[in-house]
């Protein structure tokens, strides 16, 4: 247990693949389970559900920076690539909460939102930011032996 904590919750040294799969894997739970609840309590309203987003965000930004920022270690990263795609994400989070840049247009009886064409061409840019992200921090191997982060992990030493 303690070793999960630490894991979600300490931004030293470096971790492995498995390690960030497994850290990711734990925030998608809790992720999930407290949008289960926060749906049930909303009765369906879109705007609390939007807000209800943000807060999750805001409540998983320590875990997932913290999981990310030793995987960017173990790649000799320092990690601002990092700190521009959670910030990114909260901006969008927020901008998309908000209903800046979105409208709401009526699909056959059923309220839709749609984004303006540039707040598409942000979630755009951001999606291919995160896709290069996430072959960065879940696929590619770390640097092998040490480095100014610390141990390889997958040498046994860390």
Known sequence: MDAIISLLTTTEGRIG??????????????????????????FGNATFMAWAAVLINLVLIWPSYCIGLKRRH????????LKILI?????????????????????????????????GVLNLIFAVFAIYML??????????????YGPDPLDGAA
């Not at 693949?17 to 909303?42: E, F, M, N, P």
């Not at 173990?74 to 690539?81: A, L, V």
């Open 87 to 119: 910030g990114a994400s909260i901006v969008l989070n927020l901008l998309q909460a908000s209903g800046i840049g979105v409208t709401m247009v009526d699909n056959g009886g059923i309220l839709m939102p749609m984004p303006a064409i540039w707040l």
């Open 17 to 42: 693949r498995k390690q960030w799969w497994l850290g990711v894997l734990a925030l998608i739970i809790i992720s999930i389970a407290i949008s289960i609840v926060l749906g049930i309590v909303s």
């Open 74 to 81: 173990d790649r000799g990263n320092d990690g601002t690539d």
């Open 135 to 148: 072959v960065q921090l879940g696929f590619l191997r770390g640097t092998a032996g040490a480095n100014r």
